[in-house]
């Protein structure tokens, strides 16, 4: 029966750091996509094309706010990893803690590359995070992290429970 209990306590662990794992994830898509909307509301508001009237130089104007906005996602991502760090979760400790940090750090320039490219696509400052929030994003979201659990948690159940079940039957018998 022990070994049951403990087979269940290791899938629990997995599941919750399958969920840390996906909520980190989504934070950091929101958290890169939240800084197009300073750039669309200069666009909006023509302020960009007064700064590239007045004689700024394009890759003066993008080197910029691509600075500043990385220099803000490492302050949010280092403050992510330090929480990650605080909890002490094995799973995430010492290398893997590392290896973390790396891809957290690798996705803010990706995340804030395709961002500025699909920039755009927005006329109105308002609509940029609410197009993606969306209504379905939401429950879709939400929908595959509970697959994702369920799926882990059946591959799981598949291979330990038949031999956990085995044991215990053993040490029932008289």
Request: proline share 5%; aromatic share 10%; glycine share 6%.
């Amino acid at each position: 029966m022990s070994t049951l209990l403990a087979y269940e306590a290791q899938i629990q662990r997995d599941a919750a750091s399958l969920m840390l794992v996906l909520c980190m994830v989504l934070a950091s898509a929101v958290l890169s996509a939240s800084y197009v909307v300073f750039i669309v509301r200069e666009q909006d508001n023509n302020s960009k094309h007064l700064q590239l009237v007045s004689g700024a130089p394009p890759t003066a104007y993008w080197a910029a706010n691509y600075l500043w906005d990385l220099t803000s996602f490492s302050i949010s991502a280092a403050g992510i990893i330090a929480l990650i760090a605080s909890y002490r979760l094995p799973q995430y400790s010492g290398s893997r803690l590392a290896a973390v940090a790396g891809l957290l750090w690798g996705f803010g320039p990706a995340g804030l590359s395709l961002t500025y490219l699909l920039h755009y696509c927005f006329r109105v400052s308002d609509q940029v995070l609410s197009a993606h929030r969306g209504p379905g994003n939401g429950p879709k979201a939400l929908l595959t992290a509970c697959c994702a659990t369920k799926l882990y948690t059946a591959q799981h159940i598949s291979k330990d429970v038949p031999l956990a079940y085995k044991r215990w039957a053993e040490t029932q018998q008289p």
